[in-house]
């Protein structure tokens, strides 16, 4: 199983994530948006399936810094402007093989996940 989350190493969503696949000792790929945007395709595999305007976080300092709440800007071209401006996504972004999600969900990721997404397993008491 392919575990791919994108986010920043100071975000508490993300860092949720990755201590919710760390629990279920699940192996995950973690790309820091901070130190590699990510690409146009893999943004676009997100809002394909949950809409540009689920991408872009709203109550970001970001986004009213940079005026967005303001200017009247399409989700998609505000989605072309978070490739230069990582900090305007909403995050985590999770890729498990080919479904994707959009924030902090554990319940869509335990499901995605089947048996290995309930509690993880107590440790050998002998």
Same mark, same amino acid.
């Given at each position: ?58 109550? &970001? ?9 303001? &200017?009247?800007? &399409? ?49 050998? &008491?002998?």
């Amino acid at each position: 199983m392919n575990v791919q989350v994108f986010g920043f190493k100071d975000c508490q969503e993300t860092r949720k994530a990755l201590r919710f696949f760390s629990d279920r000792r699940i192996a995950v790929h973690f790309v820091d948006l901070k130190e590699r945007p990510a690409s146009k395709g893999e943004l676009r595999r997100f809002a394909d399936k949950h809409g540009a305007a689920a991408l872009i976080d709203k109550t &970001s300092p970001c986004f009213k810094a940079l005026g967005l709440h303001v &200017s009247g800007d &399409s989700p998609q071209r505000q989605v072309e402007r978070a490739l230069a401006e990582p900090r305007l996504l909403k995050t985590p972004l999770v890729r498990i093989d080919q479904r994707v999600s959009i924030g902090y969900v554990p319940d869509e990721w335990a499901t995605t996940l089947g048996g290995l997404g309930g509690r993880p397993e107590p440790p050998n &008491s002998r």
